[in-house]
């Protein structure tokens, strides 16, 4: 008789602590549902996995590039690894272009997008989730917009078995990496030719790749360089293109290099890395 | 004779919108003339503060960004202190009807009471016209113009391009820089930086 309101208490108490685990490790960012996942099911010492935090947006509403363009904040990411742990940068897949009128285009990613994060395991794991189990956690903030933008975080966690032998992967996110890593800008082949002329209120991007081009978009990965809403002229030729790209009011002084990404029609896209020429022209 | 004239101002309208574009507002050059009515009807000229600094600041009360600088008193403190030393300080709201940010004067006013802001006035540009002509693309998106008339800073107000209150102290704010430079007679080091924040709500 006495045992059965202590036993009572006791479930109240353990219903609460779950609750408030479910609390902590759930987040309820608004018109999005964020979560982070792994690629591998397990880790082994000594190697790399690939985690990924994925934005799944409502209709209408989006996030941003690394370069967010005229207005806009990327996502940024915080971790919290166990002992030995090391992150990479993340992997921005390229972005698209929006533009709302003649006078702003932001950069960035409407309905579902992953942003993976390459991680090193260290030679000697030390569990910090249970025997053999390692949690990584992060805390990431971001600016989601429609016609109005809202600032958010969460904080997001996984836990992954700490395993001998290499990981196998987890069939659902592998195919979700897979076909992010597919819209990552690749190196620029090898055997193209990429230069750029300084002209007074433009950059005339210009690629030898051995083939015509007919149709590019540059995202420029420095903001203040580039104009983002002016029209991109392209002038295909048998051996690639110009890219005739307007130059930021913002930009007062030369510039060295340019950076970006050069998304073609058939959604392949690369990095370009050019040093500029001044030309008198 | 009517149908004339009628084809002169089509001619003339033509011609200001052509023009439009080549309007934007370049570091080092002659700030863009305007003519525009602000929260309490009073039409506010660039050309009536020849002489002065004057300090133009994209505003949207309802964007995160602007809620920043206005919930930390940061912006209020810098138009206080400005303002004291001469230079005129016009907020600019570019919303259009039925977007964020888009207020009535009287709606305006209250703000401005409530928040304990000190612009020398608030500009409401409903038509995006003063937006289109400096290319404001952001709140807030700040330029200063120096006393011949001539833009000296475009850009963002401080170096953190962030929603956080909590990174204000950490930031160094260019507007106050610029004014300081420019107010002592010394070139601006920094004339052009990205602006950050929420995109101009404009009509199109």
Sequence with gaps: MFRFPSRLVL???????????IALSQSSPQHAHVELIARQNSIVPGSSIALGVHFMLEPGWHIYWINSGDSGQPPSLKWQLPPGFTTGEIQWPRPERMQSNALLADYGYHDDVLLIVPVSAPQSIASNAGPSTVRFIVEAKWLICREVCLPDHAQLQMALPVASKAPGENPLAAKLFARTEALLPKPMPRSWKVSVRSRKDDFALTIAAGKRIAQAQFFPLDPEQIDNPAPQKLQTSPTGMTLVLKKSDLLVKPIAVLRGVLVLTDGEAYRIEAPVRQSLQ | MKKARHLVLLCA???LVWLAPAFAARVGEPAPGFSAVDSNG???RLSDYKGKFVVLEWHNQGCPYTKKHYASGNMQRLQKEW???GVVWLSV??????????VTPTQENEYIK???AAPT?????PGGTLGHLYAAKTTPHMFIIDPSGTLIYNGAIDDHATSDQGDIASSRNYVSTALQEATSGKPVTEPATRPYGCSVKYKD
């Design chain 2, 121 to 125: 006035a608030v500009i409401l540009d």
């Design chain 2, 114 to 116: 409530m928040m304990n």
């Design chain 2, 93 to 102: 709201i570019s919303s259009a009807p039925g977007t964020q940010g888009f």
């Design chain 2, 13 to 15: 309208l033509l011609v």
């Design chain 2, 42 to 44: 009073k039409t506010q």
């Design chain 1, 11 to 21: 479930h109240v108490f353990l219903a609460t602590c779950v609750l408030a685990d």
């Design chain 2, 83 to 85: 303002t004291a030393k």
